[in-house]
């Protein structure tokens, strides 16, 4: 399991693995309908949070979608030191 620090859920690393998996830019809707367990108003209430902190970045505003960033990705990896994170 990854470090989570105060802001984060356990929501927050299984939205990130998703679009770390897929590698597209996804919306709200479709990241919750394919991820158990975490409902459409966790993701859209998470992601301008995780967008927040560089983990996610928003890539189109008419749209809402989203994708992952190099931050995330080394989040992910066991890259980026959680102390980086908070903020």
């Known amino acids: 399991m990854r470090p989570l620090v105060s802001w984060m859920t356990k929501s927050d ?9 897929s590698n597209l830019d996804l919306p709200p809707a479709v990241i919750s309908h ?9 993701v859209k209430r998470r992601l301008p949070i995780l967008d927040e902190h560089g983990l996610v970045e928003k890539t189109s505003e008419k749209r809402g979608y989203y994708r992952i960033t190099e931050r995330g990705r080394a989040y992910l990896a066991g890259e980026l030191d959680t102390s980086d994170l908070q903020e």
């Open 34 to 42: 394919n991820i158990d367990g975490v409902s459409h108003p966790t």
């Open 13 to 21: 690393p299984v939205i990130l693995e998703l679009l770390h998996e």
